[in-house]
């Protein structure tokens, strides 16, 4: 069965550093998400991507924040100057473009900032 | 987005049927209903969704009320694999899914 994978698993990171997570969507999706989780803490939305453009982003999703779709498969997150509050576990997702829509979720990047 | 609301957590015993409620009483009438789940921060599951009638599919059954107030899903054979966090979502097309704290189920041997 297709799957949506992220790596790395776990990055460990310095307050300030730039970092990128990479999703691999499946193949066929359409539209693109990230989400994220701190510890504890609810599943917060942060942006939406479709047709190579951002459709919707939450007030997380900052100028620190940007997204990209490198290439036919690769859908990438990227915070340009990590503080400590970023540390949180970050989901993408993907759904194709027919009814219902469900959202396939990846397994997840845990990202700790020191 | 319809706000919906789910009691923080329940118990059921492995084997038995688990029947997760939800209220969503400002649903509009082109608002689906979804659940999904999240097991022990895995990245969420969607179970199934639907609009006004009952549903069922390999993983679970989805009860809505005539008015669509509130539904109810339904594991059928609970297993200690069920064990997680399940969320109720109200949402009309696609785009961004607004998770609450969701009921956490635990599964008893």
């Known amino acids: 069965e297709p799957e949506v994978t992220q790596t790395p698993s776990h990055q460990v990171t310095q307050m300030g550093q730039e970092v990128i997570l990479r999703c691999v969507p499946i193949?066929?999706?359409?539209?693109f998400y990230w989400y994220r989780q701190i510890l504890g803490q609810k599943v917060e939305f942060l942006v939406s991507?479709?047709?190579?453009?951002?459709?919707?982003k939450s007030e997380i999703f900052d100028d620190q924040f940007s997204v990209e779709r490198p290439d036919g498969s690769n859908f990438t997150l990227k915070i340009r100057s990590t503080k400590l509050e970023d540390s949180a576990m970050y989901f993408c997702?993907?759904?194709?473009?027919?009814?219902?829509?469900?959202?396939?979720f990846g397994p997840g990047t845990r990202l700790t900032v020191t | 987005d319809a706000k919906t609301t789910q009691p923080p957590s329940m118990d059921c015993a492995e084997g038995r049927a688990a029947n997760l409620p939800c209220n969503h009483s400002?649903?509009?009438?082109?608002?689906?209903v979804y659940w999904y789940r999240q097991i022990h921060s895995q990245g969420p599951q969607y179970i199934i969704h639907?609009?006004?009638n009952n549903e069922t599919n390999e993983m679970a059954s989805l009860i809505i009320t005539e008015d669509r107030k509130s539904s109810t899903l339904i594991l059928p054979h609970a297993t200690l694999r069920d064990t997680a966090v399940y969320y109720c979502?109200?949402?009309?097309?696609?785009?961004?899914?607004?998770f609450g704290a969701g009921t956490q189920v635990v599964v008893t041997p």
């Open positions: 997702a993907s759904s194709g473009d027919n009814f219902p829509y469900e959202q396939y």
């Open positions: 193949s066929n999706h359409l539209y």
């Open positions: 991507f479709y047709n190579n453009e951002i459709s919707e």
């Open positions: 400002t649903i509009s009438g082109n608002e689906y």
């Open positions: 639907g609009l006004k």
């Open positions: 979502i109200a949402l009309d097309s696609w785009g961004k899914l607004q």
